[in-house]
């Protein structure tokens, strides 16, 4: 077994790392307060090419492994977690989906824009009534013969108004359960289609996240992905991957709150010597140092099994639940170590804790990781 990143690895960490420092970094307080997109700094990312890091060259991507798209969302993350909401997204449920499942002809239209960053992309599922419980889908795509008529309801979409093509989940046949869910392509300007205002959240403020509303939206029968049927196994398959993608996130704001925890633990002084030098603190910063090691090792572990196309699906509900509850730990208690200045907005770790909470909640709460883990064993 070896832990050694490669060279080539070690280049795209320390490509990611720059760019968040110099251009992520500046404004991100701002951004976060006034809930302001990160418009410019995204479309930095596309010319980077982070937008779609792992697919194939011959579709605009930049053809890398899942274990380099994890080490760019650490360090992105590390700064500024709506930017890589937006990164995730459209790296692992979009691309990926349409890499993966999409013909042709829909990679040729939809996924070469999305990977080469002249597009953005949004994955619809959670529903006003239908989150956890993903199969209870309330929105009606109605077999029309040539095309499908879209009825229905979206909430919480991560990229809702910045997205040209949504990929959106709904039942066809609700009488078969699940067996008769399926995932479609939609573009912005379809007649019938509408995004809602974006909500006023706790964390990742910058990363705006809408309802999306379809009203006798016709969806051509060709922007159907897979078999007739197939939506839910896609969603699935396809969030399998996102999660690996949100427990890097995690990580890394994990590891952000950490280093600042560290850094001012060795300048604030107390009782006559730097903090650090308390036990009381250096036994949380060595705590905090141990939950992020494991979390990192999980998520690696979770990528390299997605890149030896081995069985990932647990692994990856492992990382991210463990990365989401270390970072919220992480996080609170890097807030503890700031004390008073832990409190306000220019010392960063507040945003740092209000952005873990959400990587607890999407992509699967802790408690469905905890489903998704426990099912697995109950197979073993
Ligand atoms: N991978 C592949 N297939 C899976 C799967 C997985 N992780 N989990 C379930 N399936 C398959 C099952 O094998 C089954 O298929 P068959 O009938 O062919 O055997 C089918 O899906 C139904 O499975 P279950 O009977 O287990 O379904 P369930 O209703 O009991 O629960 C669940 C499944 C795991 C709880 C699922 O509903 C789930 O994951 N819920 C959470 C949904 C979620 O993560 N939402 C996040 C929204 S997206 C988001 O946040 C994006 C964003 O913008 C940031």
Sequence with gaps: MDFTLSEEHLMIQKAARDFARTELLPGVIERDDKAIKPIEQVKRMQELGFMGMMVDPKYGGGGMDTISYVLAMEEIS??????????????????????????????????????????????????????????????????????????GIKNWITNGSDSQYYLVIAHTHPEKGHKGINAFIVEKDTPGFTVGPHENKMGMRGSHTHQLMFQDCKVPKANRIGEDGFGFKFAMNTLNGGRIGIAAQALGIAQGALDLAIQYAKERKAFGKPIFEHQAIAFKLAKMHAETEASRLLVHKAAWLKDQHKDYSTAGAIAKYYAAESAMYVTTEAVQIHGGYGYVKEYHVERLMRDAKLTQIYEGTSEIQQIVISRALLKE
């Design 78 to 151: 590390k700064i500024d977690s709506s930017a890589s909401v937006m990164m995730s997204v459209n790296n692992s449920l979009v691309c990926w989906g349409l890499e993966t499942y999409g013909t042709e002809e829909q990679k040729q239209k939809y996924l070469v824009p999305l990977a080469s960053g002249d597009a953005i992309g949004a994955f619809a599922l959670s529903e006003p009534e239908a989150g956890s419980d993903a199969t209870k889908q309330h929105t009606i795509a109605k077999d029309m013969g040539d095309y499908y008529l879209l009825n």
